[in-house]
């Protein structure tokens, strides 16, 4: 659970346009051998933590319309089960072992699968050399960047800085890429619909 100065944090973000993703319940591995807090987790186990987890997000007036596994890591029964209610599932590089590669955005049993891969993965601290290829690849498509907080703590956010002001005026809310019913209806036939630009 959050603390209540955790809470009243993440309530100043969203009023400031942060948009939340749930991500896991615990973050912890279910196996020594492979990093995954969710595979084979049995189907009421998994309905019981989003339950508890969406009703806490909801007493507290904060809400998430994204989901992103820890350690980027899903199973066939999980997905379809989180599919069910979240509208945008998120992954990275870890992700195509369930998921399969996905060369641009896509749906995955119903949501809207965007999936996060190399030059978009802790980008600044890779170094910029690829952003430019990346975001001449990705014209037409989401292509997220994914960071983790603790690396970009260590040098006092300043990577962080920087790549805010080399990607000014080229980045969307998660909200507006939200799948209209019509998107949704349209491939309802299908496991798995891509499109692009």
């Known amino acids: 659970s959050l603390s209540k100065r955790e809470v009243e944090i993440l309530t100043q973000c969203t009023g400031e346009g942060v948009e939340?993703?749930?991500?896991?319940?615990?973050?912890?591995?279910?196996?020594?051998?492979?990093?995954?807090?969710?595979?084979?987790?049995?189907?009421?186990?998994?309905?019981?933590?989003?339950?508890?987890?969406?009703?806490?997000?909801?007493?507290?007036?904060?809400?998430a319309d994204a989901f992103i596994a820890p350690f980027n890591a899903y199973d066939a029964l999980t997905l379809s089960e989180l599919a069910k209610r979240f509208p945008i599932l998120c992954g990275g590089p870890e992700s195509t072992r369930s998921v399969g590669y996905k060369a641009g955005n896509c749906f995955v049993a119903g949501s809207l699968y965007i999936p996060s891969y190399r030059y978009a993965y802790d980008i600044?601290?890779?170094?910029?050399?690829?952003?430019?290829?990346?975001?001449?690849n990705a014209k037409g498509l989401v292509a997220p960047i994914t960071l983790h907080w603790a690396n970009e703590a260590k040098d006092n956010f300043q990577t962080l800085r920087k790549l805010c002001g080399k990607i000014k005026g080229q980045t969307i809310a998660w909200s507006t890429l939200l799948p209209k019913k019509t998107w949704v209806e349209s491939c309802v036939s299908y496991d798995i619909f891509c499109f692009g630009a």
């Open 20 to 63: 939340l993703a749930l991500h896991g319940f615990t973050h912890e591995r279910r196996y020594e051998n492979y990093a995954s807090e969710l595979l084979s987790m049995p189907a009421e186990e998994l309905k019981d933590n989003l339950n508890r987890s969406l009703d806490f997000f909801q007493k507290n007036h904060l809400k």
């Open 124 to 136: 600044g601290h890779k170094g910029f050399a690829h952003l430019d290829v990346l975001t001449e």
